[in-house]
Structures are given as structure tokens and as C-alpha cells.
């Protein structure tokens, strides 16, 4: 055989070759960017129920893309991030919630395993030995860990009835703290009121710690600069209603309601705090 022409054969192979991953790369990048632009537009929303009605046939766009390139963790990321919202906001059925933010927080673990193969088997060690693991990651690990962090309490929150779920919470808070070491500056609001709600979860005498707790809805206040309401609603929920304190319950929520809820990237979950603020004060006639 010429060895020009096996040449030929192989110059042609390997440039074929080249072509589908580059091809394969820029796909991937695009659902990734697409998944990305349609979970802002979703997170821009001044109506819940369009986002209600509509964010199911997201979700199964997002399986989708997750089926076509299962190691892309942008992908994952949304995907895990939107089913936790959804499973958390918009369901009332409980057993649909616990499914939809079981699959949440697997689509957030799947994201870190994609980031990080290491991490891929560390959900089922003894605490110490997950707490070495979790200390090792890095910076470039913070996307997903931050999303394991968030889907994690989700999946808590919907399976709150289960103690082997809050049983959980440790673990969980641990995620976020080691977020917060590695970047101080990464969405930190966002963490503070999510370590908030971890700490208040459970009543004092069951292992809650509502000095923290405030601590934490304090400065996740703060940094977001008053704009972030679903915060002053949890502080409300989590903290004051167990405690019974009807002053900072009713101060907290009257806030929600006179702030302004159009703001970039908070605006669905500001509509649905107001909406809330107010069940919430109504109904607090007859809770306190």
C-alpha cells in the first residue's frame, strides 16, 4: 500500500477527529450558556405563575442536555439549582417535592464528581473522614460545592419530617462553611442565609442553635443590602416564629411588603417573599 495514501488516510482521520471534538466542545458550551441564560430570565420573572406553569418543560429541556453531555457541570449546576427551587417553591405535594429535590441534590453531586473525580464517592464516609475530604477541595471546586450546599438544604427542607434528614445538617453546613473559607467574597449572602436557616431548622431543645443562627440572618441581611427579601422572610419563619417573637416576626415581614421586589436577579423569589410576608402576617394572628 502507498504510504502517501496511508498518510493521506490518517492526516484525513485525525482531522476528522479534531472536528467532533471541537464540534462536541462548543455544543457542550452552548447548552451550558443556554441553560444559564434561561435560568436568569426565569430568575428576572415578575410572575410566578408563568414560571409555575412554564419551568416543567424546562426542566425536561434540562435533563436533556444533562442525558446528551453528563459531565458538563455548568449544566448540571442549573439543572440541579432550578429542580431545588421548584421543588421547594412551587410544589405542595410533598412526596413530589422530596423526589424533585432528591434528583436536585444528585444533578449538584454529579456536578462536583464532574469538577472533582475525587469527590465522587465521598457521600457515605464517617463525618471525619468527610469532613477531611470536603477541607481538601479547592477553589476551582466552588460552583458546584456551593450548589451541593444549596440543594442539600432543599432536599433537608423537603424531607424535614425525616430525622435521618435532619440528621443531615452538619454535613450539609459544612459544604457551605468550607464555600465560605474558600471565597469569602463568593455569593455571600446567599450563604450566611442559608447557614441561617441550617442553624434554625431545628428548635433549640432538638439541636438548634438560634444564636448562630441569627447571626447568620443578620450579616445575610447586611450584604445583600436589604434587596435579597426571601432572606427577612426565613429569619422570620426559621428564627422568630419558633422563638415567638411576634415584634421582630412582624417587623421583618412588614419590611418585605414596603420594599421594592424588581431587583436584577431576584426578582421571582422577592414577588414570592411578599407573597408569603403577608400569609405569614395573617396568619400570625393566630400563631403568636
Not at 1 to 29: F, K, N, P, Q, Y
Request: hydrophobic share 40%.
Amino acid at each position: 500500500l502507498d504510504s502517501s495514501l496511508v498518510g493521506s488516510e490518517m492526516c484525513i482521520r485525525d482531522r476528522l477527529l479534531t472536528a467532533t471534538v471541537s464540534c462536541s466542545s462548543i455544543m457542550t458550551s452552548a447548552t451550558s450558556g443556554l441553560a444559564a441564560s434561561l435560568g436568569s430570565a426565569i430568575l428576572n420573572q415578575d410572575d410566578p405563575e408563568t414560571v409555575r406553569d412554564g419551568a416543567p418543560a424546562y426542566l425536561l429541556m434540562l435533563d436533556s442536555f444533562v442525558e446528551s453531555s453528563p459531565e458538563d457541570s455548568g449544566t448540571l449546576r442549573s439543572a440541579a439549582e432550578l429542580y431545588a427551587a421548584y421543588g421547594n417553591m412551587f410544589v405542595d405535594d410533598a412526596v413530589r417535592a422530596r423526589k424533585l429535590t432528591s434528583k436536585s441534590r444528585k444533578y449538584a453531586r454529579q456536578a462536583l464528581c464532574a469538577d472533582n473525580p475525587e469527590s465522587c464517592e465521598i457521600w457515605n464516609l464517617p463525618f471525619e473522614a468527610f469532613s477531611d475530604s470536603v477541607n481538601s477541595l479547592q477553589e476551582g471546586d466552588i460552583d458546584s460545592l456551593y450548589t451541593v450546599g444549596l440543594t442539600w438544604l432543599a432536599y433537608i427542607q423537603a424531607h424535614r419530617e425525616d430525622w435521618s434528614a435532619l440528621a443531615e445538617i452538619p454535613a450539609a453546613e459544612l459544604i457551605l462553611l468550607r464555600v465560605r473559607a474558600m471565597d469569602s467574597a463568593f455569593k455571600p449572602a446567599d450563604v450566611e442565609r442559608y447557614l441561617g436557616v441550617m442553624n434554625t431548622l431545628r428548635p433549640p431543645a432538638l439541636g438548634g442553635k438560634f444564636d448562630k443562627g441569627k447571626e447568620h440572618f443578620e450579616r445575610a441581611i447586611a450584604l445583600s443590602g436589604g434587596k435579597d427579601l426571601g432572606i427577612k422572610v426565613d429569619y422570620a419563619n426559621y428564627y422568630a416564629r419558633t422563638l415567638y417573637d411576634q415584634e421582630l416576626h412582624d417587623r421583618l415581614l412588614n419590611e418585605v411588603i414596603e420594599s421594592e421586589a424588581q431587583q436584577p436577579g431576584m426578582t421571582l423569589f422577592n414577588t414570592l417573599a411578599q407573597r408569603e410576608a403577608r400569609a405569614m402576617l395573617e396568619s400570625g394572628a393566630d400563631y403568636f
